[in-house]
Nanobody
Framework: VQLQASGGGLVQAGGSLRLSCAAS????????MAWYRQAPGKQRELVAA???????NYVDSVKGRFTISRDNAKNTVSLQMNNLKPEDTAVYYC???????WGQGTLVTVSS
């Protein structure tokens, strides 16, 4: 397994979750990585990305609430999600943009 996502779960609206993506190789995390999500009946969308230089970008709907970060020592990329909303409910996937690998997905459910 190249990328292993974890941290999903059930949370009430306004709550927080932290997703982690553990990479089997340090080169993955050191390069461009992203988190995507796919809600039921919808297309997969890019949520957040971080490049090798540490620059980040976010979809408008999560700006100010989500933070993507990397920990090179632990070979992980994380997505801190605060003030969660029911519309954030989805399966979240991490991706190595540079190498094209996907994690298996972790389900986030936000109840109202």
């Amino acid at each position: 397994v190249q990328l292993q996502a974890s941290g999903g779960g059930l949370v009430q609206a306004g709550g927080s979750l932290r997703l982690s993506c553990a990479a089997s190789r340090s080169t993955f995390v050191a390069n461009a990585m992203a988190w995507y999500r796919q809600a039921p009946g919808k297309q997969r969308e890019l949520v957040a990305a971080i490049n090798s230089g540490g620059s980040t970008n976010y979809v408008d709907s999560v700006k100010g609430r989500f933070t993507i970060s990397r920990d090179n020592a632990k070979n992980t990329v994380s997505l801190q999600m605060n003030n969660l909303k029911p519309e954030d409910t989805a399966v979240y996937y991490c991706q190595s943009i540079t190498f094209g690998y996907w994690g298996q997905g972790t389900l986030v459910t936000v109840s109202s």
